[in-house]
């Protein structure tokens, strides 16, 4: 999975906190829901304005700033044993 950095923002996260790209593209965090407490309401951190590109995943990595790695789709199934499916019919 080769990943792409897309913006350069270097943002320092704090713990406890989730960081996402919002819809128009920019940085915004929310508090973490933990135990019986709630999570917050997002709050905007970094504005970027990043445009999303269709089948690419995008993420805030360590150093803070915004990548973007290719989805990965499909696959191949899992097969089943023989035997477990005989135990099932008897």
């Given amino acids: 999975m080769a990943v792409k950095k897309v913006a350069k923002v270097g943002i320092k ?3 406890g906190y989730l960081y996402f790209l919002d ?3 920019d940085i915004s965090c929310a508090k973490m829901a933990r135990g019986g407490s709630k999570g917050g309401s997002p709050k905007k951190v ?3 304005g990043v445009r999303r590109e269709e089948g690419y995943l995008y993420f805030i990595d360590k150093k803070g700033d915004v990548s ?3 989805m ?3 696959g191949t199934r899992k097969k089943r044993s023989s035997a477990r499916r005989t135990k099932r019919r008897k």
């Fill in 13 to 15: 996260k704090a713990k």
């Fill in 68 to 70: 973007c790695a290719k």
């Fill in 72 to 74: 990965v789709r499909g």
């Fill in 46 to 48: 970094a504005k970027v």
């Fill in 23 to 25: 819809k128009h593209g």
